[in-house]
């Protein structure tokens, strides 16, 4: 592909330009900028994501370093911090956001018969979660969290086949967790995933309205009677319990008033017993268990990011300049993501993050770049999102 131009120029040839200038159109982003528009302020913030770039000041510095190549990159022009800063700061969030937006809508569908580890169902199954990242409250004043610091938090519904996020909302470290369920619009016959704190019974009937299930553990305090027991259950596989039953507390039986399926598994591992809680009363009790387990894949997903993206060091104090930074960081792993399926490469999107990263100013074609490698396989273990072992 193209062997004379640099990586990073060839990278850019698999982002869809037309559909980033739509975004730009809806919101007005370019409306009297006369250098730094939004698709090289894209382009720029991209690259030291790509490159592991700490500040603004490293992105500018790098590259002014290399003004001359900048042309055959495909960016513009180099800037100074002062104006990527105020960039980041005035230009509406919502532009990255809504090409994130467009971009899980093109990569998810190429991931999806991704095989999930131990399941045999062809269900769409998410995982709902959140991350934190801890701010400085005096810098950021906005971002509310716990016990008067500062917090953001990335909440996350991640599509388990090929570790695709379907969902991204960022809010300050007060908004819960369950709160998003009142956003997400479930998907019929899909199944998520989530921890006990997402128990909201109101949120869950809507769920189950929606003919879609979840997955969750089971609150210690929930007042619950049990309707009926299954007695054929095989304790060697884990299983402790497999009952149907009805919520009895007053407000949790007139949020949910249809039974639920109680599920119990003892892990020999952790010494502990889980008790899952769900409306499908269709699959088997250890697919149950199995379902929940795989929800550690979103946990893999919030590590990778903050180990492999700039993410926990963030590039402006203010929330139009975080939402933004957050926003072209997801965007960032979503075109490796779907570099990764275009050129079919075999290796893992750590692998490719890392070998892009280091090979911005080369002229290698990418696909001899991605393909012509030896894998180490303690690192492929490690950090392949689309083969987690359990």
């Known amino acids: 592909m193209n062997s004379g131009k640099y990586v990073f120029a060839q990278l850019l040839q698999f982002v869809n330009r037309y559909e980033f200038e739509k975004c730009v159109k809806r919101y007005n982003g370019n409306y009297r900028v006369k250098h730094l528009n939004c698709w090289n302020q894209f382009v720029q913030l991209f690259f030291g994501q790509l490159t592991s770039r700490n500040s603004l000041r490293d992105i500018c510095t790098c590259l002014k370093a290399h003004k001359n190549k900048l042309y055959h990159l495909g960016i513009k022009q180099n800037v100074n911090q002062s104006s990527l800063s105020r960039a980041n700061e005035r230009r509406d969030w ?19 018969n991704s095989p999930i580890p131990n399941i045999d169902i062809d269900n769409e199954i998410f995982a709902l979660d959140s991350t934190t990242i801890s701010l400085s409250i005096n810098l950021f004043s906005w971002a509310k969290g716990k016990y008067s610091r500062g917090a953001v938090k990335i909440h996350t519904l991640l599509d388990l086949r090929g570790s695709i996020p379907a969902f991204i909302l960022i809010t300050d470290g007060k908004y819960h967790d369950s709160n998003v369920l009142d956003i997400i619009s479930p998907t019929p016959q899909a199944i998520y995933l989530m921890d006990k704190a997402y128990i909201d019974f109101a949120a869950l009937y809507n769920i189950n309205k929606a003919e879609a299930f979840f997955v969750s553990r089971a609150k210690v305090t929930m007042a619950y009677l049990v309707v009926e027991k299954n007695y054929n259950i095989d304790e060697s596989t884990g299983l402790r319990g497999d009952k149907v039953i009805q919520l009895t507390g007053h407000k949790s039986r007139k949020r949910y008033p249809e ?3 109680m599920v119990e598994y003892y892990d020999k591992n952790k010494e502990v ?17 199995r379902l929940y387990r795989n929800r550690w894949q979103i946990e893999v997903f919030f590590k990778w990011i903050k180990q492999n993206l700039i993410i926990k060091k963030l590039w402006g104090h203010s929330e139009n300049a975080v939402n933004t930074h957050i926003w072209i960081a997801i965007c960032t792993y979503l075109i490796v993501a779907y570099i990764k399926h275009s050129i079919k490469s075999t290796l893992s999107i750590y692998e490719i993050m890392q070998i892009l990263g280091v090979s911005a100013f080369d002229k290698t074609p990418i696909k001899e770049l991605l393909s012509e490698i030896e894998v180490n396989q303690n690192v492929k273990e490690q950090y392949n999102l689309f083969n987690v072992d359990f």
Request: hydrophobic share 55%; no cysteine; aromatic share 16%.
């Open 94 to 112: 919502r532009i990255f956001a809504d090409f994130g937006e467009y971009l899980i809508k093109l990569v998810r569908p190429l991931y999806s």
């Open 259 to 261: 039974n639920l399926r």
């Open 273 to 289: 017993l889980l008790v899952f809680l769900t409306n499908n009363f269709d699959v088997s009790a250890l697919e149950v268990a």
